[in-house]
């Protein structure tokens, strides 16, 4: 077993990150204890302009994961709040695209968040942090990256 995915099982176990729920919840819920429901359609979902000048990071190394612009809303929110089986909380965003991100491991729809799509990790491209997790579906697909282990940073420009 590869550094990297000795790593990424010891963190996500022990749940880094992440604050703990109550033991007793053993599903991937929404805080509101409602399941997550299905997403808006894709072609539905609509970009949060108004964050255009700012760049995502890693806050651990400062690693360009993606754009402000990259916001979306999934079932009508940008934010969502979940919890995984082991009963740790996620504060995640969704975001069209993180080229920053390395996704790694097998597609699975088990306990999934978002109904119709299975997970993977994803991973810094820079540092190898567990930032979240790449939503796939047939045709589309999201990022949901854990807040509180992203930074932001706004854009310098050289015409100012």
């Known amino acids: 077993m590869s550094v990297a995915a000795r790593w990424l099982r010891v963190?996500?176990?022990?749940?880094?990150?992440?604050?703990?729920a109550s033991p007793s919840v053993r599903s991937r819920r929404d805080l509101t204890g409602d399941a997550c429901v299905a997403p808006t359609p894709i072609d539905d979902r609509s970009t949060i302009a108004e964050f255009s000048d700012r760049?995502?990071?890693?806050?651990?190394?400062?690693?360009?994961?993606?754009s402000e612009q990259q916001r979306i809303r999934i079932d009508g929110q940008h934010e969502h709040h979940c919890?995984?089986?082991?009963?740790?909380?996620?504060?995640?965003?969704?975001?069209r695209d993180a080229p920053g991100c390395v996704v790694w491991g097998a597609p699975t729809a088990e306990d999934t968040w978002f109904r119709g799509f299975a997970w993977r990790y994803a991973l810094c491209g820079g540092c190898s942090a567990h930032l979240g997790w790449r939503f796939e579906a047939i045709e589309s697909g999201f990022f949901g990256l854990v807040l509180n282990r992203l930074v932001t940073q706004e854009i310098e420009r050289l015409d100012s």
């Open 55 to 66: 760049l995502i990071l890693c806050l651990g190394c400062r690693y360009r994961i993606t």
């Open 83 to 95: 919890i995984n089986p082991a009963g740790y909380r996620f504060h995640i965003g969704c975001f």
């Open 11 to 20: 963190s996500i176990s022990s749940g880094v990150g992440a604050t703990h």
